[in-house]
């Protein structure tokens, strides 16, 4: 089983960045899938939950209205859509199903 995070980066505040986690080794149709982070040297958080059927879709509160979560079956691939960037939401972002994680992609906003 393997989850590959990309597309973090440097973004200036009030930026964008798409992030995308491809995971083989699953059936990635049924899974229910999370995206978490963990800004440096605090505890990992929740971001965004999405389900395989439907999707129904989760954001949590400090990024809600701002970053969005997507999937592609077909490309067994799964995305969240970062607008409006602050230096808070500064972290590495995981992709995680089951007890399966990512090795995490660095998000840095800053000035």
């Known amino acids: 089983v393997q989850l590959v995070e990309s597309g973090g980066g440097w973004v200036q505040p009030g930026g964008s960045l798409n992030l995308t986690c491809v995971v083989s080794g699953l059936d990635f149709g049924r899974m229910y899938m999370y995206w978490y982070r963990q800004p440096l040297g605090k505890e990992r958080e929740l971001v965004a939950r999405i389900t395989a059927p439907g999707p129904t879709k989760w954001i949590e509160d400090p990024v809600k209205g701002r970053f969005t979560v997507s999937r592609d079956n077909d490309k067994n691939s799964l995305y969240l859509h970062m607008n409006k960037l602050e230096v808070d939401d500064t972290a590495v972002y995981y992709c995680?199903?089951?007890?399966?994680w990512g090795q995490g992609t660095q998000v840095t906003v800053s000035s």
């Open positions: 995680k199903t089951a007890q399966y």
